[in-house]
Structures are given as structure tokens and as C-alpha cells.
């Protein structure tokens, strides 16, 4: 089968969701399928084009059945603005479709990118080729929209967005999203496409992020005590991440020099958290970029509890690919999600951490204090994490799954 990809990342990116879309195209050329991968020019996280990369119309990777096709688009910019994240979407969804228009009709189009544009025009390609499409979704819009307070739920846009997406879904032969909860959130707006939908988890190559004896040297490099207790938030501060709150749950802890936060990552939020920080003299406090790749393991497994923050009455719509990387890591997870969030249910049903109340620093900064006080707890909640990921987050298990989705259209 012949399988053309319009992925919204890509590697050598670092975002889970890159690496994941590298993983499905090459599970297909190991099934024997022939892929063409349409991706944006290396951008992320920064927003910016990646060092030694020079970017055109498009630049393509050719190698036996696999191709990737980088196609020019509209650069995010760290600050990531409404406007430019607007280009963005709809300059490469038009440029991908013209770069895959000359190279003739696929058996099998397979779309993750940002809707509504990108995605749009994407479905609209597929109509045109008369082949089925793959929807994957990995966060539900306008919903997701919604809980990070972009939109309003009831609001005229958010109605006439989420009929766009069903006109995007009903045109589609397969719809893939992330969880469970995103089926029923799915399923409640629109019934009558349920019958398409298929559950796959994200995933995780559990051999590559696990945990490591070499925390200790991690925290040797950065500075960091051997004997402080270390909570580690690692992830996009974006909006929907509710990362502001770390600022409150360090005044909580400014007088317990035993705990330590440090927060990994790159969004909108950042530079604001930062300034309030030193103004504030939060010296338990301390921001890094993201790490490369490699040194991703050895971050985690430096830490003895990992936070997981969501914005109040948000994470319902989307699971946080950090989730999936602190359970491989084998840590305890202070979540601060709503109780109807994937998040909140994943943390409830495998043992590994401790749920709190969202928007509720103080609570999150006496998770912190209990775990700090009761290394068995920390011991017991590690194991738990691991099993749990290798039990339900497994690489093997998605790309099987997805492998009986193309099974199914060929």
C-alpha cells in the first residue's frame, strides 16, 4: 500500500508527537508499505527554524519506500501569537497539499495536523483523490479550545467550529483519538460518527525513557543537591498546562530548603513565570529549556516526584504526552487535573501518585511535602508508574493497533 502522511511534526523534532509519527511511518515501511511523510521544516520547540537547517519551497529526504517531504510554512515564533499560529496552520496545509498533488494518488491518506485549516484542506485532498483518509486527532478542537479558555462553550464560533469538524470527521473512513475520555467527549457532540472512531493510546518506547542510576550525575551537572528532595515539572507552558501555578507552590515551600522545583520547558508562559519568580526571590525555584533527547531519562530519573499541572477544567480534550514520560520514568506523579481529565484517571488507576484539585497550589505543594517525608510511598508509587506504562503505553502495542486500522481499509 502506498500511505502519504501529513504529519505537523516530525524528527528530528523532540516532541513526543514527532517521535511518534516517526515511529508509525516506520512501522509501515517494516510492513511493507511504501510512505511519503509531509511535515514542516524543523521548528519546534523554539518556533524558530532548527540550527542548520535552511528553509524553501519543500526539501526532500528520499530512501527506498520511505520519503519525506519538508514543505515551506509560516514560521510560530516562540511567543507563538494567535495571528502566527494561524499562518502557520493554513500556510502548511496549502503547502502540503501542492507538494503532494504532482506526485500522483495514494492508497491511503493519514492526517495529524492542526485543525481546522491544515486538517481541512487535507480531508479536501483525500475527496479529490477518492481515497479513504485517517484522522488522528491527538487534541479534540473546538473543545480543546474551550477548556484552555480560547473560545466559549455555546458560543456561535465554537458551534459553527465544531460542525466544521464533524463535516472533517464524516468525511473520514477511520477517526483515531488518544483516550478513552476523548471517545466520550467525542461521542457526546457527535453521535452519529461514533461507529468510526478507534482508541489508541499514545505510546512510548519504554527502552529508551526509563529509569536510570545516572540521576545523581544529572543533578551534579545542573547544580542540584543529592540530598534535596527534587520535583521536576517537565513539559510545554502552554495555556492549558496551568504551569503559573508552580510560582504559588514554591511561596508555599520557600521556608523547606529539602524540596526543590524546577521547571523544564519551553511556552507563552515562560518568560512571565520567570520574571514573577525573581521578583518574588523564589530561590527553590529554577527554569531550564527543554533537554535534548538524550538526556530526557537522565532528567527524570534525577527527580523524585514529577508535576503534572492542567489548567482548571481543562485536560479533558487532550492527554499530555508528558503523562505517558513520567510513568515510563518510573516516578511518582503529582497531578493537579480535574477529576473528569484522562490524566486524573490514569494517575487514580495505576497507584502511581497523588491527584489534587486543580488551580489548587497549596495542594500540590503538600503532595510534595508528604512524599518528601515517605521515600516507601515514593518506592511504591516508582514501581507502580513503571508497570503501569509498560502495561498500557507500550510502542509495540499502538503500532499493532494502528496497523489493524490499515488493515482494515486495504
Not at 23 to 29: P, V
Not at 174 to 200: C, G, N
Not at 341 to 360: D, F, K, L, T
Request: glycine share 8%; with cysteine; net charge positive.
Amino acid at each position: 500500500m502506498r500511505i502519504a502522511f501529513i504529519s505537523a511534526v516530525f524528527t528530528p523534532e523532540r516532541e513526543p508527537a514527532a517521535v511518534m509519527a516517526a515511529q508509525l511511518a516506520g512501522r509501515w515501511i517494516r510492513d511493507g508499505h511504501q510512505v511519503e511523510v509531509y511535515c514542516p521544516f524543523p521548528n519546534r520547540p523554539e518556533g524558530r527554524l532548527r540550527a542548520g537547517w535552511k528553509r524553501g519551497v519543500r526539501q526532500v529526504e528520499s530512501r527506498g519506500n520511505f520519503t519525506v517531504i519538508r514543505c515551506w510554512h509560516w514560521l510560530v515564533g516562540r511567543d507563538r501569537r494567535i495571528w502566527n499560529r494561524l499562518l502557520e496552520n493554513a500556510s502548511f496545509g496549502m503547502s502540503a497539499v501542492l507538494q503532494a498533488l504532482p506526485r500522483g494518488r495514494p492508497d491511503l491518506l493519514v492526517i495529524s495536523t492542526w485543525p481546522f485549516a491544515a486538517a481541512g484542506l487535507a480531508v479536501l485532498l483525500a475527496k479529490w483523490w477518492r481515497i479513504p483518509a485517517i484522522y488522528y486527532v491527538q487534541d479534540l478542537y473546538p473543545e480543546a479550545a474551550v477548556e484552555a479558555g480560547m473560545l466559549r462553550a455555546g458560543h456561535s464560533i465554537t458551534r459553527l467550529l465544531t460542525a466544521f469538524d464533524r463535516c472533517l470527521c464524516r468525511s473520514s473512513a477511520r477517526i483515531v483519538l488518544a483516550s478513552e475520555t476523548m471517545r466520550e467527549i467525542f461521542t457526546r457532540s457527535r453521535p452519529d460518527l461514533a461507529r468510526k472512531v478507534t482508541v489508541i493510546d499514545n505510546w512510548i518506547d519504554a527502552d529508551e525513557i526509563k529509569p536510570l542510576a545516572a540521576g545523581d550525575e544529572w543533578r551534579r551537572e545542573h547544580g542540584i543537591g543529592e540530598r534535596v528532595f527534587l520535583a521536576t515539572f517537565a513539559g510545554n507552558l502552554g495555556l492549558l498546562s496551568g504551569a503559573g501555578i508552580l510560582i504559588r507552590v514554591a511561596e508555599y515551600l520557600r521556608d523547606r530548603p529539602d524540596i526543590f522545583l524546577l521547571c523544564v520547558g519551553e511556552g507563552v508562559l515562560k518568560r512571565g513565570m520567570a520574571a514573577e519568580a525573581a521578583r518574588r526571590g523564589l530561590a527553590n525555584l529554577r527554569f531550564l529549556p527543554f533537554q535534548p533527547r538524550e538526556s530526557i531519562a537522565r532528567m527524570h530519573s534525577a527527580a523524585d516526584a514529577l508535576i503534572l499541572t492542567l489548567r482548571p477544567g481543562g485536560g479533558s480534550a487532550c492527554v499530555p504526552s508528558k503523562l505517558i514520560t513520567y510513568l515510563a520514568a518510573g516516578r511518582p506523579v503529582v497531578c493537579s487535573a480535574s477529576p473528569e481529565s484522562e490524566s486524573h484517571a490514569v494517575i487514580r488507576r495505576s497507584g502511581a501518585g497523588i491527584n489534587v484539585a486543580p488551580g489548587n497550589p497549596r495542594a500540590i505543594a503538600n503532595a510534595l511535602a508528604a512524599l518528601a517525608r515517605d521515600r516507601d510511598a515514593v518506592e511504591r508509587m516508582s514501581l507502580a508508574a513503571r508497570s503501569y506504562c509498560i502495561g498500557h503505553f507500550t510502542a509495540d502495542r499502538a503500532l499493532m493497533e494502528f496497523g489493524r486500522v490499515l488493515h482494515s481499509l486495504s
